[in-house]
């Protein structure tokens, strides 16, 4: 999911969805330089990692934001960072010493 996000393009595409409940591809290409095969491209990288879901409602396909996926990663982050943060403190500690 992360290498999805590093991505600027894909991330610019998550922010874009979190503003809106959901969006069409044409939608999300208008916002950007990107063509629509581009924009469907970065979707399914994202879709692949269960950052978004397609949703078909009558002839168009909207894709919708999987949120509870971005708070997983959330989560990983602050264990990550208060791991880190430990770390750094008994370094601290140990130069002081």
């Keep these: 999911m ?8 894909r991330l610019g595409l998550v ?3 979190s503003a809106a409940k959901a969006r069409s591809i044409s939608a ?11 924009v469907t491209k970065h979707l ?4 692949q990692v269960g950052l978004v879901r397609p949703q078909r409602v ?4 909207l ?9 997983e990663a959330e989560g990983y ?5 208060a ?3 430990d770390a750094l403190a008994r370094l601290q500690t140990y130069l002081e010493g």
């Design 83 to 85: 791991s880190w943060d």
């Design 58 to 61: 009558g002839r168009e396909q």
């Design 28 to 38: 999300l290409a208008a916002e950007t330089r990107l063509t629509r095969q581009a």
């Design 15 to 17: 922010g874009q969805l």
């Design 63 to 71: 894709y919708v934001l999987q949120p509870e996926i971005l708070a």
């Design 2 to 9: 992360f290498a999805a996000l590093g991505d600027v393009t």
């Design 77 to 81: 982050l602050r264990a990550v960072s």
């Design 44 to 47: 399914k990288v994202l879709q």
